[in-house]
């Protein structure tokens, strides 16, 4: 990060030497459908996007009946003060700008504040940041129009995106040479934080909006029709016993919510039975077609190949309700200029309620300038819904995605999760509406 700030502390990190983090590329299966250029400067725009279209998401119309991974009762509508009583504050988010951490319940409306807001706080000098991510999908597309549309420079902000792994980004944002990485609730950063490095998840990012409903077609684990005893009335207890595919393998966060959904119907779902091949995602398709595999992780939107055929079925959804997707903070911006972590964060909070609020898939201004920036086409993005983006972490998320990964036997560095603390940090996204 280049900076002109006075070197500040944040959080009392002692200084560990980076080591070589053995740990899967990425938590999810995203990572190989698009692969952006080794080093992207992202560049400002002319284009001027139209306000979002405003209203609920349609989680809370579409998956109310369902659950989530570690509750069993929807406890209602989520409320504006937290566990620990924090309220928002800040002007514009004063309504609905922080939520309880420990509400799981699906359907509970995300933060959010009024469009524009937070507002902006310009650094007194201007901050060069470089920001890692593997991605150039629709979800990562926040970071990118908060820079071509201008959010970034109202903090006095540049962002630079570089084509770096969220594990190989690690040991550079415990070393400062990257200031935040783009990654998943993966491997990588539980061993970060089991060696005391300073990188936390700071930022979540989205989930499908119908996840956790089996009658609409979506992103997840699609299994092959002819692989069960009755293909008519597939059985998921099958599923245990079949051959998946997954982009990262066993060690990825999209396995343990396929396992986790099919545990809900399946109580004695034994995720350890199954054989998980790596596959890259944009390959899974023609996996299944042609037999190699019984069932396969397929992401927005490849799925949208096999929806329409009875020869395949849809067997586990994302787990609804909460984003296990993340953007990290290194040493640069936790430890020594937390100030210009706060105004990323403004920043990219003020882009989702700007533009990301609601069914912004029906704004064509957005998509544009979406497509503009991923390289991504229009015409596909907007046959799947639009995305819940989601910037808070739930409670016991981490935890139940390590103890997954331990038992299951792709984490063999410890035995027991890593507390919340050494991987999340909350207080950027609480400080920005004004509840830290």
């Known amino acids: 990060m280049t900076v002109e700030h006075p070197r500040r502390s944040r959080l009392a990190v002692a200084a560990v030497a980076v080591t070589l983090l053995a740990a899967a590329a990425c938590g999810g299966d995203d990572g190989s459908e698009s692969t952006p250029p080794a080093t992207t400067a992202v560049r400002a725009t002319t284009a001027t996007a139209a306000t979002a279209a405003t209203g609920t998401t349609a989680s809370a119309e579409t998956a109310a009946s369902a659950t989530t991974a570690s509750d069993t009762t929807d406890t209602g509508a989520s409320s504006t003060v937290s566990a620990d009583g924090l309220a928002a504050t800040a002007e514009g988010c004063e309504e609905h700008g922080v939520t309880d951490p420990a509400d799981r319940s699906v359907g509970r409306q995300p933060a959010r504040c009024d469009p524009g807001y937070p507002a902006p706080q310009p650094l ?19 970071i990118l129009l908060a820079q071509s549309l201008g959010e970034f420079e109202k903090e006095n902000l540049e962002v630079e995106v570089v084509s770096v792994s969220f594990a190989d980004a690690l040991p550079q944002l415990a070393q400062g040479t990257l200031d935040a990485g783009v990654g998943g609730l993966e ?67 999209s396995i343990w919510s396929s396992a986790t959904e099919l545990q809900k119907r399946v109580p004695d779902f034994d995720i350890t039975t199954v054989e998980v091949q790596q596959i890259p995602s944009s390959d899974i398709v023609t996996a299944l077609q042609n037999g190699a595999v019984d069932c396969g992780i397929l992401l927005d939107p490849l799925w949208l190949q096999v929806a329409d055929d009875p020869a395949y079925v849809l067997m586990a959804t994302q787990v609804p309700g909460e984003p296990v997707g993340q953007i990290s903070f290194g040493k640069n911006l936790l430890e020594d200029h937390p100030e210009v972590g706060e105004a990323f964060v403004r920043a990219y909070l003020r882009t989702i309620n700007t533009y990301y609020d609601g069914d912004y898939h029906s704004n064509a201004d957005v998509m544009n300038e979406i497509a503009a920036q991923t390289g991504q086409d229009v015409a596909k993005m907007t046959q799947v819904p639009s995305l819940v983006f989601d910037w808070e972490f739930r409670e016991g998320t981490t935890d139940a995605i390590q103890q997954f990964f331990i038992d299951v036997g792709v984490i063999t560095q410890f035995s027991e999760p890593v507390p919340e603390d050494q991987v999340i940090d909350r207080s950027f996204y609480w400080n920005a509406v004004g509840a830290g």
């Open 124 to 142: 007194a000098e201007r901050a060069h940041l470089k920001v890692s991510s593997a991605f150039s999908l629709e979800f990562m597309s926040p």
């Open 187 to 253: 491997i990588a950063l539980y061993n970060a934080g089991n060696q005391g490095l300073p990188v936390r998840a700071v930022l979540g990012n989205y989930y499908p909006p119908d996840a956790g409903n089996y009658d609409v077609d979506q992103t997840g684990l699609w299994c092959r029709s002819d692989s069960f005893s009755d293909p008519s009335n597939p059985d998921p207890a099958e599923t245990q016993g079949m051959v998946w595919a997954s982009a990262v393998g066993k060690g990825s966060t």
